[in-house]
């Protein structure tokens, strides 16, 4: 069930301890009209809800630094900044995204910094500083599968402790799961949150053996 909303603003929920706004919004209707994101980056997507509440259950360390790729409106980098203090980069290959994810960004009271880049092009050099990366819903064509578990192997191999990817369950996410496992340490968990509603799915823990 979702938490009361104690801003009594209309389109608004809270989930897992933020705001939420949804596409019916007055701020995210503003933002349509001048920023029309591509690569399915028009919507909040449920398997962001499922990685937060994991993340509830498997905590990052106080303050940590995390990248969130394919972050589309940056709702589990929020959710981070505000329940760990940890400081967030969103990566997307859409800059469009980012007037979406600053928003809700404020409406919580964090900040949280944008990279515009695809997968291929984030270096070990770029991922190195960061404890975690996390994504939700980001393999869900053929083509990424290996773009994703690249992005895992140069992640580990630049000292990321750990990479955490939430899916409702596509073939595409399994393939994923059974190659990583193969070479890594890899706990694929079936996963279900009531907040803000009933979303069930996957979450994929990976990290260096």
């Known amino acids: 069930m979702p938490y009361f909303n104690e801003y009594n603003e209309p ?44 993340l509830n259950f498997h905590p990052l360390p106080n303050k940590s630094s995390l990248m969130e790729i394919g972050c589309g409106w940056g709702t589990t980098s929020i959710f981070c900044a505000k ?51 996390l994504g939700t819903d980001i393999c869900f064509w053929d083509e990424l599968v ?14 990321v402790t750990q990479v955490v990817l939430a899916d409702p369950g596509r073939s595409t996410f399994h393939q994923l799961v059974a190659r990583c496992s193969k070479k890594y340490s890899t706990e694929c968990h079936p996963w279900y949150t009531q907040d803000p509603e009933f979303i069930s799915g996957y979450v994929l823990c990976v990290s260096a053996r």
């Open 146 to 159: 290996n773009k994703v578990y690249n992005l895992i192997r140069r992640s580990l191999q630049a000292g």
């Open 11 to 54: 389109n608004t929920i809270q989930a897992h301890g933020i705001v939420v706004l949804e596409k019916k919004h007055q701020a995210i209707k503003a933002l349509k009209r001048k920023h029309k994101p591509s690569v399915h980056g028009h919507k909040l997507w449920h398997s962001s809800f499922l990685l937060m509440d994991y």
């Open 83 to 133: 329940r760990f203090g940890a400081k967030a980069t969103g990566v997307d290959l859409d800059p469009n995204v980012f007037p979406y994810l600053h928003t809700l960004a404020e409406f919580n009271q964090v900040t949280i910094n944008t990279e515009q880049a695809p997968l291929e092009k984030l270096s070990k050099a770029k991922l190195a500083n960061h404890h975690t990366v």
